[in-house]
């Protein structure tokens, strides 16, 4: 009796890498390939992970390891311990990795050594800044990934200059792109608005990157530029836990026109960004999303690995302190950027498909 095709398994751990999955699973699905879902548990509520598998039509994880939270070294190994006992057990055909998490990086490491082929969906971005530990993680995963699928142009050059073999880089499009036009129709702002008693004018913000909610001074600093940009226009603001104790302890909620919110599923969140003003973040997933929805998005670093966000003129870099200059002119009706009218190359909602077909070894379309 011949035993059952080896599957590809699709390594999950943190929100962005679910709402990256869901279009390649289910393109996958639709080819008829065999594949199965490990959730690492590295975001691991309701709110930061379950409600997205609910929302998003992923398949239940077939796993879900487990390993919390904890310092990266900590967090990285259980992560290579529980994810080399799954691939042994398993022996998969690929190993599918998201984005530039912790478990991107563990997933990619134990399946390099287990010699069993790394599929990097979301390759060859780059910050440049080696203090960001998911700059180490997706500059390591590409090195040992057999197929690096990029989301931008600027991506597939990056991955030339480090040496990466031509032959294992697809420029394919932006899967999270994917799961947003796929879910366009149900970001009704009006609803929203209504049940959670949101103004009709305000700006959203979120932000989670150690840079920004780790020292307290800094978070200070943060708060008073939050404070006086609500002194103008309402700010919405869904907390990331990681976060939450550092802005509390800065009296971010106290200002009568900030309104802090727990974390928000995908549909929720995506149409709080759709209904703003403008949006405040350091996230690199909410500066694509943003580019899509055509919202002024003002990003609260020095970098970004995303610089096709820049140069389709929907997304800024800034510091704190031009923050609430910023939204000034975005009230004032003033002109952000050098808009383009059309959407960055291949983000067209069909990235998922053309990752699943080169996975499954046929023409891509």
């Not at 590409?142 to 690096?148: A, G, P």
């Not at 530029?225 to 700010?235: C, F, M, Q």
Request: glycine share 8%; proline share 7%.
């Amino acid at each position: 009796m011949s035993s059952a095709p080896a599957e590809i398994v699709h390594i999950v751990g943190a929100r962005p890498n679910f709402i990256k999955a869901a279009p390649v699973t289910a393109a996958l699905a639709d080819l008829g390939i065999r594949q199965s879902v490990v959730h690492t548990g590295q975001h691991y509520d309701d709110r930061m992970s379950a409600v997205f598998f609910r929302e998003l039509g992923l398949p239940r994880p077939d796993v879900d390891l487990g390993v919390g939270s904890g310092s990266h070294a900590e967090q990285t190994a259980a992560l290579l311990v529980g994810l080399e006992r799954e691939f042994t057990e398993r022996r998969p055909r690929t190993v599918a990795v998201y984005g530039d998490v912790n478990s991107t990086l563990a997933a990619a490491l134990v399946a390099a050594k287990l010699h069993i082929p790394v599929a990097h969906i979301e390759a060859g971005l780059r910050s440049f800044d080696m203090t960001m530990p998911e700059e180490v993680n997706r500059r390591v995963t590409d090195q040992l990934s057999d197929l690096c699928f990029t989301t931008s142009p600027e991506a597939v050059g990056h991955l030339a200059a480090e040496g990466v073999d031509v032959g294992r880089v697809h420029f394919v499009g932006n899967p999270m792109i994917d799961t947003l036009l796929a879910n366009l129709g149900r970001f009704d702002v009006a609803a929203l608005t209504e049940r959670l008693e949101l103004p009709d004018d305000y700006v959203a913000a979120t932000l989670h990157r150690p840079a920004n909610v780790d020292d307290p001074a800094t978070v200070a600093a943060l708060v008073a530029r939050l404070h006086e940009v609500a002194d103008a226009v309402d700010v919405v603001m869904p907390v990331h836990p990681r976060g939450r104790a550092a802005f509390d302890a800065a009296g971010l909620g106290d200002h009568p026109r900030v309104r802090l919110l727990d974390p928000l599923g995908y549909v929720d969140f995506v149409t709080l960004v759709r209904g703003s003003l403008a949006v405040i973040t350091d996230s690199g997933g909410v500066q694509e999303e943003s580019t899509i929805l055509s919202v002024p998005c003002l990003t609260l670093r020095p970098n970004t690995e995303r610089p096709i966000t820049i140069t389709h003129g929907t997304n800024r870099l800034v510091t704190d302190s031009e923050l609430p200059g910023l939204i000034g002119k975005v009230l004032a009706g003033e002109p952000f950027g050098d808009r383009h009218d059309s959407t960055p190359p291949l983000w067209d909602g069909h990235a998922g498909g053309r990752i699943a077909a080169i996975l499954a070894g046929e023409p891509a379309q």
